[in-house]
């Protein structure tokens, strides 16, 4: 009997050891895009987009750092501009998939980078041909929040490094540059 509650607390605290490593939440926010581009007959405009999904953070012990994954449905938005002033905007539905490592300090602030691999899921121009070179893309993400409880709010910088969208024979990445507000709350 000695040994089936010895390890019956050794379970216990193990899980709740376990558990208090891992979190997990849901995300929403807006995005704010730009590609600024300018070439040839086509330029580009600001738009804005949103972002919506969930968290898995899992805290690494002792050094005070954590990773966090984060599956993500984006909705961007780029005004594409030619030289006749017909615009159109270019809708990008895509899956993100950012994976960054963080660090918390002062009890309520954190910081974090990393990088975002992407599936494109579709892509719109209005009248004009939009084709994607690759479905796939990678780029990367750093910022800045704070923690309130189970609620946190951050500001990051998305940034791009390929070129994988064509609109209209003009190409340019469906990964445009963004500043990305974020507001999660941890479920757990």
């Given amino acids: 009997m000695k ?24 995300l929403a926010g807006p995005n704010y895009n730009w590609s600024g581009v300018k070439v040839d007959n086509y330029s580009s405009d600001s738009s804005a987009g949103w972002h919506a999904g969930g968290f898995l953070r899992v805290k690494i012990p002792i050094v005070g750092l954590y990773v966090q994954a984060e599956p993500t449905y984006t909705n961007l938005n780029v005004k594409v501009v030619n030289n006749n002033n017909r615009t159109e905007t270019l809708k990008t539905h895509r899956f993100d998939m950012p994976i960054l490592l963080g660090w918390k300090f002062l009890v309520f602030g954190k910081i974090f980078g990393g990088p975002v691999l992407s599936a494109n899921t579709g892509n719109s121009a209005g009248g004009w041909d939009v084709d994607v070179d690759n479905n796939f893309s990678a780029g990367f993400q750093m910022g800045a929040g704070v923690e309130l409880g189970k609620f946190s ?6 940034g791009a490094n390929s070129s994988n969208v064509v609109v209209d024979g003009f190409k340019f990445d469906n990964r445009s540059r963004q500043i990305i507000m974020n507001f999660a709350y941890e479920l757990n």
């Fill in 3 to 26: 040994k089936f509650i010895l390890m019956f607390a050794l379970i216990v605290s193990t899980y709740n050891v376990a558990n208090a490593q891992i979190a997990w939440g849901v």
């Fill in 153 to 158: 709010i951050d500001l990051r910088y998305e």
